[in-house]
């Protein structure tokens, strides 16, 4: 199965505890990560062209989440 790329991917960034970013594609299996913010986004885009097999999205939107805290109602 082929995959047509979309116009856009985002990919929600987070701080690593062990140092360095992981990243996720929103709607796509994709993960990657780096070891500074440029490694990473040397491997975003990597990521991004092995997972399309036809053409690439004209946008990688990376979106750092500086904190995420989950409450209970």
Not at 4 to 22: I, L, S, W
Not at 26 to 39: A, C, L, N
Not at 55 to 68: A, D, N, S, W
């Amino acid at each position: 199965m082929s995959l047509n790329a979309p116009r856009e991917v985002t990919f929600n960034v987070y701080e690593d505890e062990d140092g360095g970013y992981y990243a996720t594609a929103e709607g796509y299996g994709i993960f990657t990560q780096g070891d500074d913010w440029d490694d990473l986004k040397y491997m975003v885009r990597d990521a991004v062209l092995c997972h399309f097999d036809e053409g690439t999205p004209e946008t990688i939107r990376l979106h750092l989440v500086i904190k995420q805290e989950v409450t209970a109602a």
